[in-house]
């Protein structure tokens, strides 16, 4: 029943009836707001809903729906709102994955594959953007599409995260979100996180009556899983999941402020290489045998030529006992015969094959990063972000929790060569000493044979 004076008006879309936490998260005026925590809260429908109810409110706004792969998008997002909207409300175009509304406005559906997406996203902009699952994204990700979130018109900019704990992007949305844990940079100050950017909604299953409603089964499910499932899945518990396969690495311990390298330290480059993406490392040696990752470089889409020429140009006159890569560089090509090693070594970065071993490698990677009573025995440079962020977002495999995970290729990269490094570190450091036997009456020919001595 209306009021006195009000006027009549036509419902053209009623998405249904919110919960408290979704209304939150509807009424939320921070930068960033992430909304989540244990499964089953209801974070899909939120988001579906605040797109579409957008969409209707702000003409012209643009808006992207981001989630890891397509089949998720399209089962949880594209077919529940192309049922849901008035088919006179909106169109649909598979081709480009965009929903038009009538007003002008937008919504974008788009999935997340490292590279290749940061050059199908770059340049664009958005109103809006919602990244569904956020724990599936890593930070190097989340920093890329926070960088299309501009644009001329006055809508608010604004991100919307949803989130459960555990996956390769755990640890940067615990520290943002619920540590609140911000980088402050005073060599680089608009680089700062300001915390009034910042809210979190914390939901559970009791949230979503609906859910338990027409599923009482869920809740049972979610209460019989193991301990840390549990504690992370049924109540939103974000220490009960690590969320990284080198769960000894910690930014107070492992990240050291950058220094110059003194000149006599032993300098070596590790890499990983495909035409996706180059991974390179740059370590320096000190007398007590600690390693430090001092410089960084990650870039796709180089070929041979150009990859060996920017390793070179960032190395300067430095001088390097060795680069190790990877014994797959080594394989002849097809179609002329040659090996990339071949290649990288007539453009001037000359190759020393590493040992491949996966399982072997994360192990000596683990033991070089495992605390010690004088520090471990392998550090990050605090400009090397990239080859810091990659190694603690990256998981253990779920079929093999000895190995790290295959997937999300974007981080693997930084830690292929990481681990290239530091079995060939490892095997140069434990290389046994040569002893030979000589008859006691033979004299000693001093000029093929000469004794050194290490000080």
């Known amino acids: 029943m209306r009021g006195k004076g009000e006027k009549d008006r036509e419902i053209i879309w ?3 009836r919110a919960n408290p936490k979704q209304r939150e998260f509807f009424r939320s005026k921070t930068l960033y707001t992430a909304y989540g925590g244990a499964k089953g ?3 899909t429908w939120a988001v579906r809903t605040k797109a579409i109810g957008g969409a209707i409110y702000y003409a012209g706004i643009r808006i992207l729906i981001m989630r890891r792969t397509y089949p998720e998008l399209e089962e949880n997002h594209i077919q529940p709102m192309l049922r849901s909207i008035p088919k006179n409300l909106a169109s649909y175009n598979g081709t480009t994955r965009v929903l038009k509304f009538i007003n002008g406005s937008t919504i974008k559906f788009g999935h997340w594959n490292g590279a290749v997406s940061e050059l199908e996203y770059q340049g664009q902009e958005f109103d809006w953007i919602f990244i569904d699952e956020a724990t599936q994204f890593t930070e190097r990700a989340f920093n890329y599409l926070g960088g299309c979130l501009r644009g001329t018109s006055s809508v608010p900019k604004r991100m919307y995260l949803t989130c459960n704990p555990g996956g390769v992007g755990h640890r940067w949305v615990k520290r943002l979100f619920i540590d609140r844990d911000f980088r402050l940079d005073p060599d680089n100050p608009e680089a700062n996180e300001c915390p009034e950017d910042y809210s979190f909604i914390p939901a559970t299953v009791e949230d979503n009556e609906y859910l338990l409603k027409n599923s009482p089964g869920y809740l049972k499910m979610l209460s019989s ?16 999941l690590g969320g990284s396969y080198f769960s000894e690495v910690r930014r107070d311990t492992h990240v050291v402020a950058d220094f110059a390298i003194p000149s006599h330290w032993v300098r070596y480059r590790s890499i990983d290489y495909g035409l996706d993406m180059l991974a390179c490392c740059w370590v320096a040696v ?3 045998g600690r390693s430090y990752v001092y410089r960084e470089l990650k870039k796709s889409g180089l070929v041979v030529r150009q ?6 140009r960032l190395t300067g006159d430095e001088e390097i006992t060795a680069t ?4 797959d560089i080594w394989s002849r090509q097809k179609d002329s015969g040659r090996s990339m090693a071949e290649l990288f070594a007539e453009h001037g970065v000359p190759l020393t094959k590493a040992v491949s071993d996966r399982v072997q490698g994360h192990m000596i990677m683990k033991d070089m990063l495992s605390p010690r009573q004088d520090g471990p025995e392998l550090c990050i440079f605090r400009s090397c972000r990239e080859f810091y962020s990659d190694v603690t977002s990256i998981q253990a495999d779920e079929e093999n ?5 295959k997937m999300p290729h ?3 990269h930084s830690v292929d060569a990481l681990r290239y490094y530091c079995m060939s570190r490892r095997r140069i450091s434990e290389e046994p000493v040569e002893f030979y036997d000589y008859d006691d009456e033979q004299e000693l020919n001093y000029d093929e044979f000469m004794l050194y001595r290490s000080f």
């Open 286 to 288: 000190d007398e007590k």
């Open 41 to 43: 809260g209801g974070k």
């Open 401 to 405: 929790p000895s190995d790290c995970a």
């Open 225 to 240: 899983m193991p301990e840390d499932l549990r504690r992370a899945y049924r109540y939103g518990d974000w220490d009960a």
């Open 14 to 16: 009623n998405p249904g």
């Open 307 to 312: 990859a060996a020429e920017l390793i070179k």
């Open 410 to 412: 974007e981080v693997t």
């Open 324 to 327: 190790f890569a990877p014994p």
